[in-house]
């Protein structure tokens, strides 16, 4: 196990050096008073998207421990508010064993719900932008705690308003789903064929999150202490967004291996970036034995710490991907995770 006194204790990679400060709050009044200290702060609190340099943070470390969930139901549509340390999965467990519709296939998902709307957390055809209806911040220019309606969050694919600025801090985040045991329409194919049924059909919401969890399990993105696999930030990139005139180029580029998985964002056109780099020649498992770091042996988007690597050997890794998939097929790969002292 990582130094208690260091980030990796806190971290899903386990990596990441010492903080200046560790302060551990469990309550609103508690956070508020942490954040209005003032000084250089890294707000954390399920450590899954984030990756933190050897040398650490040197300033103070909030770590966010409030929990609790508060539902209101009427008229069909639960509106289900959640403390921004809560563990996301178990808001998930906790709407699929009430029959309430709009974020199972969001099961599996390590980190807190807090970080949800930060990064738009999205997996097997659900977004959280989707159900979040406001979001609950402090606002450190105002210095005054306020509610951000969903409209004004800016989400897009895996970003929003809060993901690169730290004027916000996400106290609390409501979303709206509906009571029904019945999942929302499924719109991942892998999903749709794993549970049976045609894309756009429906289906239980306790077998939509069995069926969920199998396949996050099966690439190594639920968190098991006891495997390495899992000791990761689930996707270091996201799937490229490109404009149609490039994609055209990366399937010539790509004929030998058939057709790039592809789907429609806009104008522009989404692609697969584990299949960009496996075509890029990185396999599952590959890395250098001797700097503790490897590609997941379960799926090519995680880049794992096999016990014993660093943050940096992690970035030079990530920056050999990065270059290797860029050579192959001119598309630059972006990090999904935030990235504390440290750049590739």
């Not at 980030?7 to 400060?21: D, I, M, Q």
């Not at 808001?91 to 949800?116: D, K, M």
């Amino acid at each position: 196990m990582p130094e208690p006194r260091t980030l990796a204790a806190f971290t899903t990679l386990r990596l990441g050096g010492p903080a200046g400060r560790l302060i551990e709050v469990t309550s609103e009044e508690e956070t508020l008073a942490a954040l209005r200290a003032g000084g250089d702060q890294l707000i954390l609190a399920g450590g899954s998207n984030i990756v933190v340099a050897d040398e650490g943070f040197p300033g103070t470390v909030v770590l966010l421990r409030q929990r609790g969930t508060r539902a209101q139901v009427e008229d069909g549509e639960v509106t289900l508010t959640v403390a921004a340390g809560h563990p996301w999965d178990e808001v998930v467990a906790e709407a699929v064993a009430n029959g309430w519709s709009g974020i199972e296939s969001l099961s599996g998902i390590p980190g807190s719900a807090g970080a949800t709307p930060i990064q738009n957390v999205g997996a097997y055809g659900q977004e959280v932008a989707e159900t979040i209806t406001e979001v609950r911040v402090y606002d450190r220019e105002r210095d005054e705690v306020v509610t951000i309606p969903a409209g004004g969050c800016g989400f897009a694919y895996r970003t929003s308003i809060f993901k690169h600025s730290p004027r916000h801090v996400v106290l609390s985040v409501t979303f709206r789903l509906a009571v029904s045991d019945r999942s929302t329409p499924i719109a991942y194919a892998e999903l749709a064929r794993t549970l049976g049924v045609e894309p756009g059909a429906t289906a239980p919401l306790e077998e939509v999150r069995a069926a969920v969890l199998k396949l996050r399990a099966g690439k190594g993105m639920v968190l098991d202490p006891a495997d390495p696999d899992t000791w990761s930030v689930g996707s270091f990139f996201t799937n490229p967004i490109v404009p149609a005139a490039d994609f055209e180029r990366v399937r010539e580029l790509a004929a030998e291996f058939g057709t790039p998985p592809a789907w429609p964002s806009g104008d522009d056109v989404k692609l697969s970036a584990a299949w960009l780099i496996e075509r890029a020649g990185f396999r599952k498992g590959h890395g250098d034995p001797a700097s503790g770091v490897a590609l997941s042996g379960k799926h090519t988007l995680a880049l794992t710490n096999r016990g014993s690597g660093t943050t940096a050997a992690l970035l030079d890794l990530a920056r050999e991907i990065r270059a290797g998939v860029e050579e192959r097929f001119g598309v630059t790969l972006h990090p999904e995770p935030v990235l504390v002292n440290c750049a590739i």
